[in-house]
């Protein structure tokens, strides 16, 4: 049966290249709709919720287009892949812009970057932008078919730190040690972009669209 993946448009993510990707991995029949509507992302099968830029602008932004309940609904109960900004705005409250409150519906923070980070012996520029490692710390559907840390494509200087450690699915080091991919029932979020990342990203955009949940 063919499925409607609503790609959510708030003016702030990186639109066409996840459109694109999904759209490369969907099955014959799917189709991939770029929407602000929240009557078609609440109706449609799966929905993606990408996002890029500061804290503040992007809640103003999912604000100023009466996104808020449509996005919070579609994370508690359909399969939904959030994509940077689009993980850090479930949580309920980040560091950046002096302190912004985010969405709320998973408890934790969003933490910038410690400076003077170093890896051996060099020190690591914020943000971090390129490819790392992301070890996968159980088992999930999202995850199938890709290899244990493998490589995908971050560009970011804050991080999530959920209250709750379990909902930690993915783990990567740059300096410290955070979570870079998130699970939970029907929700699956990631710091990188696996729009971007080339067979790893693409394998898991596959797997989102035949999850099921």
Same mark, same amino acid.
């Given at each position: 049966m063919s499925k409607v993946i609503a790609v959510i448009d708030?003016?702030?993510?990186?639109?066409?290249? %996840?459109?694109?990707?999904?759209?490369? %991995?969907?099955?014959?029949? !799917?189709?991939?709709?770029?929407t602000d509507d929240p009557a078609l992302i609440l109706s449609a099968d799966r929905v993606v919720f990408p996002g890029q830029g500061a804290a503040r602008d992007c809640m103003a932004a999912i604000s100023d287009h009466h996104l808020n309940r449509a996005v919070l609904e579609a994370a508690r109960t359909k399969p939904f892949l959030g994509i940077c900004m689009g993980l850090q705005v479930l949580m309920g409250f980040s560091e950046e812009n002096g302190g912004t409150g985010l969405l709320g519906l998973l408890e934790g923070d969003v933490r910038r970057f410690p400076s003077g980070m170093e890896h051996a012996g060099q020190r690591l520029k914020i943000p971090q932008m390129g490819w790392n490692q992301v070890h996968q710390t159980v088992e999930h559907p999202l995850w199938a078919g890709i290899p244990q840390d493998s490589r995908f494509y971050f560009v970011h200087s804050y991080y999530v730190a959920p209250k709750q450690l379990e909902l930690a699915s993915g783990t990567? !080091?740059?300096?410290?040690?955070?979570?870079?991919a998130i699970a939970r029932d029907n929700l699956f979020a990631t710091q990188f972009h696996p729009e971007k990342s080339a067979d790893a990203g693409l394998k898991l955009l596959e797997n989102f669209v035949r999850w099921d949940v």
């Open positions: 708030y003016g702030m993510g990186n639109l066409r290249s %996840v459109s694109k990707a999904v759209e490369h %991995v969907a099955a014959s029949g !799917d189709r991939v709709r770029v990567t !080091d740059y300096g410290i040690s955070f979570t870079s």
